[in-house]
Nanobody, 115 residues
Framework: QVQLVESGGGLVQNGGSLRLSCAASRNIFSINAMGWYRQAPGKQRELVATITSGGSTNYADSVKGRFTISRDNAKNTVFLQMNGLKPDNTAVYYC?????????WGQGTQVTVPS
């Protein structure tokens, strides 16, 4: 099993930046892929970005060029650097880990960008 704890969310002005962190309970080098998803009120959860154990990344088109996913294997932590935040980025952001063909989720962290 993998336990995930997110942090770093908050209230940020339009155009501002935040960095989310996701701390895993096991060595993330052993985890096939980790990622960030988000869910806005009244909408389905959607992919934001993923990173594999080999370092390959994938982004939703809406965040390309503004968001960056990275990992620190020594700290068992994955980050999401979010720049140029917009009101429609307001959502609960969830960390995800794909490990041994199962998906594990964190509790989520709220990001709010007032219009």
């Amino acid at each position: 099993q993998v336990q995930l704890v997110e942090s770093g969310g908050g209230l940020v002005q339009n155009g501002g930046s935040l960095r989310l962190s996701c701390a895993a309970s096991r060595n993330i080098f052993s985890i096939n892929a980790m990622g960030w998803y988000r869910q806005a009120p009244g909408k389905q959860r959607e992919l934001v970005a993923t990173i594999t154990s080999g370092g390959s990344t994938n982004y939703a088109d809406s965040v390309k060029g503004r968001f960056t996913i990275s990992r620190d294997n020594a700290k068992n932590t994955v980050f999401l650097q979010m720049n140029g935040l917009k009101p429609d980025n307001t959502a609960v952001y969830y960390c995800n880990a794909e490990y041994h063909w199962q998906h594990y989720w964190g509790q989520g962290t709220q990001v709010t960008v007032p219009s």
